[in-house]
């Protein structure tokens, strides 16, 4: 069955590096895949879509970048502010109709 | 622009009755999808709708009907609670297009006793 696995543990780092996030998937061949953000007790926001003919995308301080060979998507967030504090999570399409996958989420921390 | 609606915000049932969760979407989008999240389990698709009078189902439909009459509203009922559907749920909504991205709600908080 499909899978996607996102790491559990927290990420804790300073203000100022970059944080990569991972996302691993297996058993399927996604067109796109998408990153959203999720804070405390509100509904996760988009954050960017990466398609299947696509290795990067960016978007202010975000990158995501998309390998097809590894089935593997890393998402970076440059020079990390504590605002960026939240749980981040990765979706695969699942029948189109954008009904999506969701992995279970990387918290982020980020200290002053 | 209120986006993606949910109410009620937060509801406490006993095992066995029954309730609609509503949602409602200002943006005239035509897809519009239902997701549970558990600690552990991450978001699972319930149903979803690709327009009005057109539902399916997701990975865990089981005691949950939805309808869709109109293009805004897109409410979940709960036939008979169970405590396995104490969750919190999201509803989405996106416009047509398979990389769509999505609208969420920011859920309301389901236990049951």
């Known amino acids: 069955s499909q899978k996607i696995e996102q790491n559990s543990e927290a990420l804790n780092i300073q203000e100022g590096k970059t944080a990569t996030l991972t996302c691993n998937y297996t058993n399927y061949s996604p067109a796109y895949l998408q990153w959203y953000r999720q804070d405390p007790g509100r509904g996760p926001v988009f954050l960017l879509l990466i398609r299947e003919n696509e290795k990067e995308k960016r978007k202010e301080r975000l990158k995501v970048t998309f390998d097809t060979t590894l089935k593997q998507s890393l998402f970076h967030i440059t020079a990390s502010q504590p605002a960026d504090s939240a749980t981040y999570l990765c979706a695969l399409d699942k029948k189109g109709y954008s009904t999506l996958t969701f992995g279970k989420g990387t918290m982020l921390l980020v200290s002053p | 622009n209120a986006g993606v609606t949910q109410t009620p915000k937060f509801q406490v049932l006993k095992t066995g009755q029954s309730m609609t969760l509503q949602c409602a979407q200002d943006m005239n989008h035509e897809y519009m999808s239902w997701y549970r999240q558990d600690p552990g389990m991450g978001l699972r698709l319930i149903h979803y709708s690709v327009g009005a009078g057109i539902t399916d189902q997701g990975e865990v439909p089981n005691g949950y009907n939805v309808s869709r009459s109109t293009t805004e509203d897109f409410p979940l009922r709960l036939l008979s609670a169970a405590p396995s559907q104490t969750s919190v749920y999201f509803c989405?909504?996106?416009?047509?297009?398979?990389?769509?991205?999505?609208?969420f709600g920011n859920g309301t908080r389901l236990t049951v006793t």
């Open positions: 989405a909504s996106s416009s047509r297009g398979k990389s769509s991205p999505l609208h």
